[in-house]
Every structure is written in C-alpha cells, then in structure tokens.
C-alpha cells in the first residue's frame, strides 16, 4: 500500500536558466548605429553627387545654348569678309557712273563687279541653276508659263526668266522657266 498523502522531502535544485539570447539592440548596438551613420554617409554623398550633376547638367544646357547663339550671330563672317571687297568695288563703279559719260566703260565695270560676287558666292558653296534647253525638271524648276515652239522639244526649258540657286545641293530658289509645249498644232475651224 501505498501512501499517497507522503510528500517528498528530496530537495529538487531547480534547472539551470537558460540562457536567453538578448535583443539584438543590446548585443550590438554600436553595430547598428555604425551602420545607420555609415547609410546616412552614403546618402549624404549619393545627394550631393546628383545635385552636382544636376548643376553640370544646367550650365552644359546654358553653354550649349549660348554657343548656338554666338554661332548663328557669326555664321556669316566669312562669307561677308568675302563680300566688302565687292560692295567696295560696287561704291567704284557707283563714282565711276557719276564721272563716266562712256557708259559701255560702266557696263564693263559693273559686269566685272557681278562676276566677282558669283564667283565670291560660289566658293561658299552657291551655285546657279540656269536650266536652258535642259528637260524640264519640277524639284529645280518652277514653270511659269507654257509656250509652242518649233525649235525647242516639248517639256524642255525655253527660256529662264529668273536663275535658280542651290547652297551645298540643296535648293534655296528653284528657277523661274517657260517650258516648251512643242510645235503649235494647226486648228481646223
């Protein structure tokens, strides 16, 4: 038989604690914040880097702009060092005209004059289109009239009324041309 109401007197050592793993704040904090200023650090350089570029990015924009600008104003400086020569020449002949009674001598002159500007603007890429007796052609011709005739083909430039100009093959004015409609055909009344 048993006793149910005896207790036992042993002396019972409670367990060991285990140890607990402590909180992450409390193992490492310098850790942490180590790596939270060492973030911080890098953002700081990041932003500063981007508001840097953004400024480099800003002034190319401004220089590009101004350097447009001082081009367009200047484009034209050599081809007008090339052309005060003529106007030089033109304010000759302008006196000449004025002291000339000889005016064969003022034509000649003034010829000279026009073909020093054509020869001035064709060095810088100018070139006349003057189509005559060429097939009509509509990218470089403009037709201002159609007119019979019996020496020239049909659809050939007759006569050029005003030249046409290319700069660099690319077409400033297209010529002003009659164009040939072929022979006249007889009417039958």
């Known amino acids: 038989m048993t006793d149910n109401n005896q207790t036992d007197t042993t002396p019972t050592t409670p367990p060991a604690p285990a140890e607990a793993p402590a909180p992450a704040s409390a193992v490492q904090p310098s850790a942490l914040e180590e790596q939270l200023a060492s973030a911080k650090k890098e953002a700081a350089a990041n932003y500063d880097r981007y508001t840097r570029a953004v400024a480099d990015l800003e002034n190319f924009r401004k ?103 290319t700069l660099n093959g690319r077409l400033l004015r297209p010529a002003s041309v009659i164009v040939s409609s072929g022979s006249a055909k007889e009417t039958t009344t």
Request: aromatic letters at 4%; glycine letters at 6%.
């Open 63 to 165: 220089r590009t702009i101004r350097e447009k600008d001082e081009l367009r104003q200047f484009a034209a400086t050599g081809v007008m060092e090339d052309v005060i020569p003529i106007l030089d020449n033109l304010g000759h002949a302008l006196v000449a005209t004025r002291q000339q009674t000889d005016v064969k001598a003022v034509a000649d002159g003034v010829g000279l004059v026009l073909e020093q500007f054509k020869t001035t603007l064709a060095r810088h890429g100018l070139k006349e289109v003057n189509p005559a007796g060429q097939k009509f052609d509509p990218n470089f011709h403009e037709c201002i009239s159609h007119q019979p005739s019996a020496d020239v083909a049909e659809e050939n430039v007759m006569q050029v009324v005003r030249p046409g100009y």
